[in-house]
């Protein structure tokens, strides 16, 4: 494809300036000349275009080295030694690069118009120019150098942390240029390989902070005695990098329960009723086993949760809205509130999570009571791109989409409201270290999700990152 980019473009804009003449073009979608970047970074003062190939088809063309999941768990072994650390984070320099030139390449090879797209083009920019920063970085030899490493590595991964709105919205507004399939092959690729980068990433910076921490409080003790006791101290934490050893995953449901339901609060409002005094938020309930403890990455099962838990809500709140069948009392309820003749004769049932703990691992139950999906919708859940969200005033976004975007900063992906990413990419998570994510449907009644995760620990054996 890149040899036969000018042919290419020469074409392109010949068939452009016949739809222009003929009229049969979107005059709403922006076509342009390839883009270029001149970074900012000090790391680079090149311009970048999108088709700048040479040292980058070099680190693509390199296979990929996985790390197990235990060879991975090894490096975090408490105590953390100095050699340990400088190992991982070697690995890191030379295999984080080879990954992010493989997905800057797989962003050229898309057709050139979709290419093109500014929010498309926005990601290209910033996974080239984290190739660069992370290529041009010197070899670790040392602990300082270790530790300007892990601040670089920090910086790329907070600048790729808010990639997937760019990527759900630049594909929305070029989906005719691409078929169903290819563009689910894409995106799968690129959120597979997202989600081993930033586990490889964040496990480093993770044990560069944890081994700071150790050595301080080594320091900070006064004789023999103190000092095997900060040891001890140090070895009974519950973290081995970014994997949490002894996750309370009920109270992580919890958090994200009263997360999400602050988001339908302010979405919908409450209704107060003369008689009832009944929200229509829904409540939510946690049993089952509720001192469950296991290994998991909590960033991973807070995003996954808040994603299942916001359909849940909302599929429930519109659900009761629907039943009081009122048309004037839906458009005062989506513009959130009550007015004060709104009826109340049908309550919201609670969403309810259930926790059950097997050997090596969890599996969470989440019921709504939100009618259910009908059979034709059921095959496009997991499709990108589909959704059941549906802004009733264009506007004005509404606060759960406002909020579900604003919450992409926090969970390393969020919950993304109408773009259709949540599901897919929950499927995904759950999917990557061996577990599962099922649907089952009751229409007219509601949804239970059972949401299954292996605990990350020895007993996972061999999963490749």
């Known amino acids: 494809m890149l040899k036969n980019v000018t042919i290419f473009r020469a074409l392109f804009n010949a068939g452009t300036l016949h739809r222009l003449k003929t009229g049969k073009i979107n005059k709403s979608f922006s076509i342009t000349q390839p883009k270029t970047y001149i970074s900012t970074s000090k790391y680079s003062n090149k311009i970048i275009s999108f088709y700048d190939t040479a040292l980058l088809s070099k680190f693509a063309k390199k296979p990929i080295k996985n790390i197990t999941s235990s060879h991975l768990l090894s490096f975090g072994v408490k105590p953390i030694t100095e050699n ?6 070697r690995f890191c320099q030379t295999e984080l690069p080879v990954r992010l030139a493989k997905r800057v390449v797989a962003f050229q090879n898309l057709p050139f118009i979709v290419g093109t797209n500014p929010h498309i083009f926005e990601v290209y920019r910033l996974y080239y120019e984290g190739f660069e920063r992370l290529r041009m970085s010197k070899p670790v030899n040392t602990l300082e150098e270790q530790k300007k490493y892990s601040d670089l590595l920090l910086q790329i991964i907070q600048s790729l942390s808010q990639v997937i709105p760019s990527v759900a919205q630049g ?28 586990v490889i990433g964040e496990h480093q910076v993770s044990l560069s902070k944890q081994y700071d921490e150790q050595i ?6 006064a004789n023999k005695k103190s000092v095997k006791n900060a040891i001890n101290s140090f070895n009974e934490m519950d973290w081995n990098g970014s994997i949490n050893t002894n996750l309370k995953i009920a109270k992580l449901l919890e958090q994200s329960c009263l997360f999400v339901q602050n ?3 302010l979405h919908y409002g409450t209704s107060h009723c003369l008689s009832k005094n009944k929200s229509i938020t829904p409540q939510f309930i946690i049993d089952g086993d509720l001192e469950t403890e296991f290994s998991y990455i909590p960033s991973h099962i807070e995003y996954m949760s808040l994603e299942i838990l916001k359909n849940a ?8 809205i629907k039943s009081q ?5 839906q458009n005062n309820l989506y513009n959130l509130g009550f007015s004060d003749h709104t009826s109340c004769e049908s309550s919201i049932e609670p969403i309810k999570l259930t926790i059950t703990k097997g050997h090596g691992t969890v599996c969470i139950r989440i019921r709504d009571h939100g009618g259910g999906i009908n059979a034709e919708t059921s095959n496009s859940i997991f499709d990108y791109s589909y959704s059941t969200y549906h802004k009733k005033d264009d506007d004005n976004e509404g606060t759960l989409s406002l909020l579900s975007n604003l919450a992409v900063n926090n969970h390393g992906g969020g919950p993304i409201a109408g773009l259709g ?23 007219a009644y ?3 999700i059972f949401l299954k995760l292996p605990c990350i620990d020895k007993s996972l054996g061999d999963i490749q990152i």
């Open 446 to 448: 509601g949804c239970d």
């Open 325 to 329: 069948g009122s048309s004037s009392s």
């Open 84 to 89: 340990k650390l400088l190992e991982y984070t």
């Open 216 to 221: 301080q409080g080594i320091a900070q003790s």
């Open 263 to 265: 988001m339908c609060e």
């Open 313 to 320: 809500f909302r599929a429930s709140a519109e659900y009761a």
């Open 421 to 443: 990413f949540g599901l897919p990419m929950t499927k995904l998570y759950a999917e990557y270290f061996g577990g599962s994510l099922d649907l089952f449907s009751i229409p």
């Open 171 to 198: 594909m929305l507004e070029a989906s005719r240029y691409m078929k169903k399939e290819t563009t689910k092959k894409f995106l799968d690729d690129l959120i597979w390989s997202r989600i081993g980068l930033r």
